[in-house]
């Protein structure tokens, strides 16, 4: 006999989606899934569409097998429907037989610096959404008026905001980001971005395909000390065998090193061993100031020197909490969680479940051990509600349906001008493109 389970997957994001393929893929005759999606923009896909850099379209391409997953007749979208505001966790736990988290992690760690408060002083959790057209970040100010800006963190969202702070915009305009920071980004005065990392190069979080892609800039120099990698490899030698990735990103880092500069107005420079201390100015960013780190044996430590660097612009990249969750148990800016099982039949995926780490394709092994556990905790399937009977009856729900026909005005909107898609960045006119 066939039962069949209702689960609810809170989060449209890729967490989310290979949350639902996995359900998918371990039905059998016996054992039925219906899957409801809810998501708290109009629009899903989470960070493949708020998140990845724009000039990056080949990570994008994975929304394909989002669709396809959603093309299934157990799968439905439930759109602009927010958890705690619209429904209640408690209502979703006791409507389904199973709930799960793929809220990921939206909030930007603070440097927790003097002066971190300053106008031009911004978390890449607000500027990676603004770019990309997230509707809750078009607002977010970014002055872009002085030359230079300082982007904090060594990893690759660090690395995306610097890219496109220091690339000519001309390289975004066929590419689907905004069109307000496409607009600013003509506009802007930068032409000189460094990036600091608080550790040596060996340290550093940045993954070797990103750090190759940097001596193909065409209208960008990129800086590296071949110094300070020679030291980090010499360093990182010293400790026995180097293992695989961290060679590939040190002779990543030696090839921007060694790669002729082109003497570009604009420069996008790497730093290591500088961690913030201040960032100053009196009612704006006028610039920071870094303590010069050294490597002994296994520690970094402070050298008691410092370096300044003017700038009217600094962005910390320095990773992300979760935003907490009414009724959702916390822990270290994640859901408190043993193996993805947080209590009966609530469960979490993604950056909410293990932090904000690994790249898209990450969360698809993460998502099928998750998956194993639900199925082998499963009892009797029980006569759930429909969501629809929960949600108030003024909700506009944005269907699988209606979402089909915003994606398709917008790569209609993008194919006219050039670009893979213009993005409608107004919930009011992302709702009323759902209608058609
Ligand atoms: P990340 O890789 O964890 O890097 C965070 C960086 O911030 C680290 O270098 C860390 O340095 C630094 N940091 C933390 N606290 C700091 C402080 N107080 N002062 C100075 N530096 C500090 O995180 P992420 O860049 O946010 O990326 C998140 C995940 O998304 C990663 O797995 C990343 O690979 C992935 N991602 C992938 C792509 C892509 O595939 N193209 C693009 C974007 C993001 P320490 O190491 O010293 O702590």
């Not at 923009?41 to 960070?47: A, M």
């Not at 909490?321 to 994640?334: F, I, S």
Request: aromatic share 4%; charged share 25%; glycine share 8%.
């Amino acid at each position: 006999m066939s039962a069949t389970y209702k689960v609810a997957i809170v989060g449209a994001g890729p967490a989310g989606y290979f949350t639902a393929q996995a359900l998918q893929n371990s039905q059998s005759d016996e054992l039925k899934f219906e899957i409801d999606m809810i998501e708290r923009l109009p629009t899903p896909w989470g960070l493949v569409r708020s998140g990845v850099a724009p000039d990056h379209p080949k990570i994008k391409t994975v929304a394909k097998v989002f669709e396809k997953i959603a093309s299934d007749p157990g799968f439905r979208l439930f759109g602009n429907i927010e958890l705690g505001k619209d429904v209640t966790l408690a209502e979703l736990k006791d409507a389904y037989d199973v709930v799960v988290i793929a809220t990921g992690s939206a909030l930007g760690r603070k440097l927790g610096i003097p002066g971190e408060e300053l106008r031009g002083s911004i978390s890449a959790a607000d500027f990676v959404p603004w770019y990309n057209g997230h509707p809750d970040f078009t607002h977010i100010d970014v002055p872009l008026d002085g030359g230079v800006a300082v982007v904090i963190g060594a990893g690759n969202v660090a690395m995306d905001c610097a890219r496109i702070l220091a690339i000519d915009p001309l390289e975004l305009d066929t590419t689907d980001v905004a069109p307000h920071a496409l607009s600013a980004l003509h506009e802007s005065k930068i032409r000189k971005v460094h990036i600091a990392a608080r550790r040596g190069a060996e340290h550093a979080s940045f993954t070797s395909p990103e750090l190759r892609d940097l001596p193909k800039l065409e209208h960008t120099d990129v800086h590296i000390n071949a110094d300070e990698i020679q030291a980090a490899t010499a360093r990182a030698l010293a400790k026995g065998d180097i293992e695989k990735d961290l060679k590939s990103n040190l002779d990543a880092m030696q090839a921007i090193a060694d790669h002729p500069h082109s003497g570009h107005e604009r420069s996008l420079d790497l730093h290591f061993l500088l961690a913030p201390k201040e960032i100053v100015g009196t009612d704006k960013v006028q610039g920071i100031t870094f303590s010069i780190n050294k490597v002994e044996g296994d520690k970094v430590v402070d050298t008691g020197e410092t370096h300044t660097i003017s700038c009217s612009l600094v962005i910390s990249a320095i990773g992300y909490h979760a935003a907490p969750l009414a009724g959702v148990p916390a822990d270290m800016g994640k859901v408190k969680n043993v193996d993805g099982r947080v209590d009966e039949n609530l469960y979490v995926v993604g950056w909410a479940k293990r932090g904000p780490s690994g790249v898209i394709g990450t969360n698809k092994s993460d998502a099928a051990a998750v998956v194993e556990l639900i199925v082998s905790d499963l009892k009797s399937p029980k006569k759930s509600t429909n969501i629809d009977e929960i949600l108030p009856i003024t909700n506009e729900v944005i269907t699988q349906e209606k979402w089909s026909r915003i994606n398709a005005a917008e790569i209609a909107a993008g194919e006219a001008v050039g670009k893979p898609r213009l993005k409608e960045v107004s919930r009011e006119k992302l709702l009323s493109l759902g209608e058609g």
